[in-house]
C-alpha cells in the first residue's frame, strides 16, 4: 500500500515537471495564440463601427439632401418622376440666390460693426456651399447648370478673415460695450471653434495691447489729459468687463454676468434660424431645405464657463502686466508736464471720469470677485507717477531758483567792482540812506498805521533804509520771493481742490481722496526748499572763504575795500533774505503756513510770532533755517570786523612805535597852558604856567574816527548790535596791546623806539583814559573786567614815567579836559558812545531838585537856535577832584539863573577856554558886550592892526 501511494506521488511530480517544461517551451506561441484572438475581436468592432458609420451617412445623406421641404411628403404619395426634379431643381436655384444675397448681408452687418450677425451670416454661406458640393457629388451636372456657385464662394469666404479681423480690433476699443464685446467673442467662439477659456486669454492680450498702444507715438497728436484718460478708461472697462462677461456666480446677483455663455446659447438654440433669414412671405424660402431654414451654428464642444481661479489667477498677472506698461507709459507721458498746475488738472479729470463712470458702480464687489482683492485705479496706478513727477517739478523749481539767484548775485558781485550804478549803493550805503528818493514815503502812508506799513508789500524806501537793504538786495530779493511764490501757487492747485464738491450732500462714495498725498508733498517742499537754502548758504560761505583769503593775501587798499563791500552784501543779502522772502519761510514752515487761512502774507504771521510775547510759538524748522542765515550774516560781519581791526590797529601801532621824532610832532595835539599860583615857605605866592594834555592824539581821535567812518559807510544803524560790540572788543582789546608794547619797550635798555618822557606819559596817559571814556566797555563778562584791569594797568605803568608831584598837579586839569573832550565828542564817535548810552553822561548829569531822573535822555545844549544838534551839556560837570582855576571861569551865568542870557553867553558858556582866555574873556562874550556895529568892526579892525 505504501509502494502504491509513493508511485502516485512520483507520477504527479513528473506530470508537474513535464507541465513546467511545455509551458516554458511553449509560452510565446501561446501568447501569440492569445494576441491573435483579441486582433480577430477587435477587427470584428471595427466592422461594425464601419457599418453604423456607413449607415449613419447614409441618413445624413438623406437628411442634407438638396430638395424642397415638401419632398418626404411627395415621395411617400408617389408623386411622379419629372415634378420631383422640378422641385430639386427650384431647391438648389433658392439655396444659390441666398448664397448671392450674402454678400451684401455681411458687408451691412460689418458696416454696423454686428459682427455676430456677420458671423451668423457666413456661417449658413459656409453651410449652403458645403451641402451644395455634397450634391455636386452625385449629380455631376449641378456646377455646369449653376457655374455660379464656385465663385460665389469665393467672394464670401475672405469675410472669415474680416470677420475675425473686426472682432479684434473691437476687443481693443476702450469704449466697447459689454453686450459688444460678449457678442464679438461670440463670433471668435463659432469662428475659429475655441473655448471660453481660450478667447478670454484672447480678451486679456487684446487688452494688453490696446494698453501698450496707447503709449505709441502714433498717439502723440493727442493730449496727455485724453490719453491718460483713456488708459484709466480701458483699464476699468477691462476689470468690469472680465466679470460682466466671463464670470459665473454661485448665486444670483444684482451685477450683470456671465453675459458670454448667455449669447452663445441664444445663438445655437433652434429658434435662431428663421429670424436669421427672415424670408417670410418670399416665394424663394418655399423651396428651401429644412437644413437651410432651421440652421443654427453649432460648436465643437459644449461651452464650459471659466474657472473663478482661472480668472482670478489670469487677472491678477495681467492687473501686472498693465501696472508695468503704465508706470513706464505714464511716467514718459508726465515727463511732458511742466507744470504742477496741469497735473492737478489730469488728476481731477481722471477723478471726474472714475466719479461719473458706471463701471465704478459695485465696483469692490467686482473686484474681489475676479481679483480676490480690492483694487484702487488712482492708488494702484496713477499716484505714485503723479507723486514722482511732482515732487520732481517741485524740486526743479527750487533748484533753477536757487541757481538764478546764484548768477543774479555773481553778476551784482561783479557790478560792485566796475563801479556800474546798481552797486553804488552797497559801496556806499551812507550815501544811499541819506539821499531822497521819490518812493521813500509810500502814497498811503497818512491812512495807515507802522505795522501794516511795515507789513505791506510795499513799505516805502524808509523802511528799506532803515534795514539798510539796497536796491540790489531788493532786487535779489523780489526775484527770489517770485520764483518761490510762483511755485507755491503752482503747487498749491495740486494740494487743494479746484472742483468744487457737490457731491458731499448725496451719500455716494469719492472716487478716490484727491488730498491723500498732499501730506507727503507739503514735506517734500519743506526738505526741498531747505536743501536749496542749505546749497545758497553753502555757496554764500564758499565765497565768504574766497575773499577772506583774499582779504589776507591782498595788500591793496583799493581791491580790499571792494572786497569788504561783497562781503558785506552777502551779509545783509542773507538778513534780507529771512525778512523779505515770506515764501521761503512758507515753504519750510510747511502745511500750517502754505495751506494756513492767512498764507497768502507770511510777514504778518512772522510779525505775530515775533510780536505776541510768546502767544504763537515759531516753527521750528523756520528757526533753524533762520539760524543758519544769521550765522551766515555774522560769518560775513565778522570778516569785515577782522579786517578793520587789523587796518585801524596796524595804523595805530605803527604810530605808537614809531622811530623818527617827526612823527611825534606829527601826531602830537594843543596842550593847554594853565596858569596856578604855589605859596613858598615864606609866605609868598609865585605864578607859574603850566601846560597840560586837552585833546587825545591824532592817531587816537583817527583811529576813533576811521572806525566810526566805516560803521556808519555800512549802515551801522542796521548791523547787529553783537557785531558792534565785538568790533569795539577786538580794537579795544588790539589797541590796549599797543599801549602795553609801548611800556614795555620802554623798559626796555636797547629799545630804539621813541623814549618815553614826561609829557609823551602824560599824552599817553589822557589818549588812555580817552579811550576808556569813548568806550567803557562796563559790562561784566570776563573779557570787559580784562579790558578795564588792562587799561589800569597801563595807566598806572605810565603814571610810573610821571613825577608824582606833577601828576598830582596835571591830574584835575587833565580829568577836566578829558570830560569836556568826551562831550564835545559824543556825536563825532556816536557811533562808539551809543554802544554805551548811559556810560558817558551818567556821572556828569546831576539830578535837579523837584525833577525825576531822565533815563536814556541824551543832554543837549540850551541854544537851539544855533546849536541843534550838539550834544553839549550846560550843567557844571562834577568832577571827584575840583580844580580851582577852573571854578572861577567855567559857566559864568550860573550866578545870573534867573535871568535870560544872550546867544553869545550862552555859547561862550560851552566852549572850550584856556587859562590865558579867561583872563581877557571868550571871544564869543567879546562879541556879546559889543552894544554896536560900530565897536564891532572897530574890534576887527584892531585884529588887522596887530596881525
Known sequence: MAKHQDTRADIERKKEDLRIMVGERYRDLIEAADTITEMKNSAQNVMSSIAKMEDMCRQLKQRHMVRGTSFQQRLSTGHQGGKKQEVHFYGIASQI???????????????????????????????????????????????????????????????????????????????????????????????????????????????????????????????????????????????????????????????????????????????????????????????????????????????????????????????????????????????????????????????????????MQGWDLVCQRILNQPLSIWHGFLQPLFISRVKALIKFQLESSTEVTKRQISKVVMAIGSGEEGGIADTDLAGYIWHETPGDIPVNMAWTTATSRSNSDNPGGLIMKAKAYTPVIQSLCKTYEEKLQGLLQDALSYLS??????????????????????????????????????????????????????????????????????????????????????ALQQCIMGKSAIHGPDSASSRVLKKQSSSSGGKVSENSEWSSSKERLCNCHREAYRIWVDHLTLSVVTKLRNALSSKEHKNALIYCTRWDEVSIEEETEDGKKISSKIRVPMQASWYVQNLLYSLCREINRVGGHAVQRGTLHQLVSKVTDEVMKSFEEVVSNSRKKDSICLPLTQQRALQLIFDVRFILQIIPRKDDTVEGKSYQKAAARIIESLEEKVDPFDLDVFSPYMQSHLMKQGQRSAVLYGALTSLDRLGLFSAGRPLQSGQSEQHNVLPLTSCPSRFILLPISTQPIRSSIQAPALQKSLYKAKASEGRSHTLTETAAAVLPQTSSMQKESSFYNKLGSMSSMSELSSWFSNIGSKS
Open 97 to 359: 440666390k441666398l448664397l448671392l444675397d450674402m454678400p451684401e448681408k455681411i458687408w451691412s452687418a460689418l458696416d454696423e460693426e454686428d459682427y455676430l450677425t456677420a458671423t451668423q451670416h457666413f456661417l449658413l454661406s459656409r453651410h449652403i456651399h458645403t451641402s451644395l458640393q455634397l450634391e455636386s457629388q452625385q449629380s455631376g451636372n449641378l456646377l455646369s447648370m449653376f457655374p455660379v456657385l464656385t465663385r460665389q464662394w469665393a467672394a464670401i469666404s475672405h469675410f472669415r478673415t474680416t470677420i475675425l479681423q473686426g472682432c479684434r480690433n473691437v476687443l481693443k476699443q476702450p469704449a466697447a460695450k459689454d453686450e459688444q464685446i460678449a457678442r464679438v467673442l461670440c463670433s471668435i467662439i463659432v469662428l475659429e471653434d475655441s473655448t471660453p477659456r481660450q478667447v478670454f486669454n484672447e480678451f486679456l492680450l487684446a487688452r494688453t495691447t490696446a494698453v501698450q498702444q496707447l503709449f505709441h507715438p502714433s498717439h502723440q497728436n493727442a493730449s496727455v489729459k485724453e490719453q491718460i484718460s483713456l488708459v484709466v478708461q480701458l483699464i476699468t472697462t477691462t476689470v468690469h468687463q472680465i466679470h460682466t462677461v466671463f464670470y459665473s456666480p454661485a448665486e444670483p446677483s444684482d451685477i450683470p454676468c456671465n453675459l458670454l455663455l448667455t449669447i452663445l446659447t441664444e445663438i445655437t438654440s433652434e429658434k435662431q434660424g428663421a429670424r436669421l433669414l427672415e424670408t417670410h412671405g418670399s416665394m424663394s424660402a418655399k423651396s428651401l431645405p429644412k437644413s437651410v431654414l432651421e440652421f443654427v451654428p453649432t460648436l465643437r464642444s459644449h461651452a464650459v464657463p471659466v474657472s473663478v481661479q482661472h480668472l482670478q489667477d489670469n487677472c491678477q498677472q495681467w492687473i501686472n502686466t498693465c501696472m508695468n506698461n503704465v508706470t513706464s507709459g505714464v511716467g514718459k507721458l508726465l515727463s511732458f508736464v511742466n507744470t504742477v498746475k496741469r497735473l492737478a488738472d489730469i488728476r481731477d479729470q481722471v477723478w471726474l471720469y472714475l466719479k461719473q463712470d458706471s463701471c
Open 497 to 582: 481742490l479746484s472742483t468744487p464738491v457737490e457731491e458731499s450732500k448725496s451719500s455716494q462714495p469719492e472716487a478716490f481722496d484727491r488730498l491723500s498725498d498732499s501730506d507727503a508733498l507739503y514735506v517734500h517742499i519743506q526738505t526741498s526748499c531747505k536743501a536749496c537754502l542749505e546749497e545758497l548758504i553753502k555757496y554764500f560761505k564758499e565765497h565768504l572763504t574766497l575773499w577772506e583769503k583774499a582779504l589776507h593775501d591782498i595788500k591793496d587798499p583799493g581791491i580790499n575795500q571792494m572786497t569788504q563791500d561783497k562781503v558785506l552784501l552777502i551779509g545783509r543779502l542773507c538778513s534780507a533774505i529771512g525778512d523779505m522772502v515770506p
